[in-house]
């Protein structure tokens, strides 16, 4: 047979595991070992770094669009004028974004 044929000329039978369902951030990695004369397919779920760091990287872009508003809000205040933006919302809204950053950045360093 085929495989009697490529087993006699070195080959090996390879056991395969299905791959794992990943989440977003996540990604699924491939091992291989030889066990018992067979290469044995294993997964691990590891963090996809270039994708946590490409979020980070847009949720601090979301922050410093809206600098603006802040700048414009503290000019206001100084000149005695009614705030152009609800203050609480945007300072909430960004401490949200902050959040999610702290968490990914976290996840990354561990």
Same mark, same amino acid.
């Given at each position: /047979?085929? *495989?009697?044929?490529? $087993?006699? !000329?070195? &080959?090996?039978? &390879?056991? /395969? ?5 990943? &989440?977003?951030? =996540?990604?699924?990695? !491939?091992? =291989? ?5 067979? #290469?044995?397919? /294993? %997964?691990?779920?590891? *963090?996809?770094?270039? +994708?946590?760091? !490409?979020? #980070? ?5 979301? *922050?410093? +669009? /809206? ?6 809000? %503290?000019? =206001? ?7 152009? =933006? ?5 300072? +909430?809204? $960004?401490?949200? #974004? $902050? ?6 950045? !976290?996840? #990354?360093?561990?």
């Amino acid at each position: /047979s085929l *495989i009697t044929e490529l $087993r006699d !000329a070195g &080959f090996v039978n &390879f056991v /395969s595991v299905a791959q794992p369902e990943t &989440f977003a951030g =996540y990604v699924a990695v !491939a091992h =291989y070992e030889i066990k018992d004369g067979k #290469i044995v397919q /294993s %997964w691990t779920v590891e *963090i996809d770094h270039d +994708a946590v760091n !490409a979020k #980070i990287d847009a949720l601090k872009a979301q *922050i410093t +669009a /809206s600098d603006y508003k802040v700048t414009k809000c %503290w000019e =206001y205040s100084l000149v005695g004028q009614t705030l152009p =933006y609800d203050i609480n919302a945007l300072h +909430a809204e $960004r401490e949200q #974004i $902050r959040d999610e950053i702290n968490v990914l950045e !976290a996840k #990354i360093a561990q």
